[in-house]
């Protein structure tokens, strides 16, 4: 299959990938997190594509994205009391709720759940794109299964040309990483993925809010609140390796690897040499870091390197989101403030 590049300052592009959508096929899109890979959430066939063209199990469920209250009261049944203020502060934008689902969404989309997690999200060709087609598009990041995320085109590319029917291209995303994920379905609204929408603000807004703990999740995989959880995720090809996030701990690492072909994502005021490294932006400027993080592992996965090795944002506003990602990305590599080299 040949891949359609649609660039979305050109007339026309959104009624084309509009049509493709309605017509059952896939279009990557941008959002203001990482780009999409959309198909019509209410077509199973459509959704199916999905799975396969990113070889995803299907009991990863998908998220749901809508661009208004209406179109997202056709997706879910009725929701609890804390979502109006949820809505109200965060949406559109970079929150994904978990909610209980009406019959219109098939089962493919959520795994068989009786939940949906749906978002808004805040992108202007995102939301052109669902208005042109008129319906809802059930969408995960446009990337192979368990590797890093896309954001940009050329990341989409990489990944899944040939794969899909249509790109529509609006240049990087602005924030990086993906949505926040909220589980508002039990007792207690659990956070399942950090993310731009921070646990502060949530604790703010929600008062208790529980955390998913991921080491219980990589305990055991069964049951899982959320699926994606799973230990290895947003993954370089190459063996990532983790440090306490100080200039000290990530220099000890680098002289500890010496006699291996290193590259690092590497705050740019911190003096160290890598074989290779990514300039990843100024420490503690988190927004930056966190736009610039899959395309720092995507570089330095094309570099052939044995080691990629990262320094580990503290829980602190996006840097927990970048954190997450990191660990996940390791196989939860680094313990404890020591480095664990995997495979050695
Ligand atoms: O920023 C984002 O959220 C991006 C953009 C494209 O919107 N999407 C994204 O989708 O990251 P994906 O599929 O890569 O991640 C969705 C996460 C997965 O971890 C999945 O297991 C979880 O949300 N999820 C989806 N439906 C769920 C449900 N019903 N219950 C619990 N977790 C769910
Ligand atoms: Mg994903």
């Not at 996006?318 to 939860?332: D, H, M, N, V, W």
């Amino acid at each position: 299959m040949q891949t359609l590049r649609l660039f979305a300052k050109d007339n026309g592009s959104f009624q084309r990938a509009a049509r493709i959508i309605r017509a059952g096929g896939l279009v990557a899109f941008p959002t203001e997190t990482v780009y999409g890979l959309g198909a019509n959430a209410l077509d199973s066939a459509a959704v199916n594509k999905i799975f396969i063209a990113k070889e995803r199990p299907a009991w990863d469920p998908l998220i749901v994205h809508v661009t208004s209250r209406q179109m997202l009261e056709t997706v879910i049944a009725k929701p609890p009391a804390q979502f109006e203020d949820l809505f109200a502060a965060f949406m559109p934008g970079p929150l994904t709720l978990v909610l209980t689902k009406k019959a219109s969404i098939p089962d493919i989309v959520t795994a068989g759940r009786q939940t949906v997690a749906v978002r808004l999200p805040a992108h202007p060709a995102a939301q052109q794109l669902i208005t042109a087609s008129g319906l809802p598009i059930a969408a995960p990041s446009a990337n192979r299964f368990q590797h890093v995320s896309s954001t940009t085109a050329e990341h989409v590319l990489a990944d899944l040309d040939g794969r899909i029917d249509a790109i529509l291209d609006d240049g990087p995303c602005r924030i990086g990483v993906e949505s926040t994920v909220l589980d508002l379905t039990g007792e207690v609204p659990v956070i399942l993925r950090s993310g731009a929408v921070t646990r502060e603000q949530l604790r703010r807004m929600l008062g208790h809010v529980v955390i998913a703990d991921p080491n219980a999740v990589w305990r055991q995989q069964e049951g899982l609140p959320s699926p994606g959880m799973m230990s290895r995720h947003y993954s370089p090809h190459t063996k990532l390796v983790l440090t306490e996030g100080s200039e000290i701990a990530l220099a000890e690492a680098v002289q500890k690897l010496c006699k291996r072909r290193l590259g690092a994502l590497l705050p740019t005021e911190w003096k160290i040499s890598a074989a290779e490294a990514f300039d990843w932006g100024q420490w503690e400027e988190w927004s930056t870091l966190a736009s610039r993080l899959y395309a720092g592992l995507r570089w330095l996965d094309r570099q052939k390197l044995e080691i990629i090795i990262a320094p580990l944002p503290p829980e602190q506003a996006l840097g927990g989101a970048i954190r997450e990602r990191l660990l996940k990305a390791s196989g939860g590599a680094m313990l404890a403030g020591k480095i664990m080299v995997p495979g050695s």
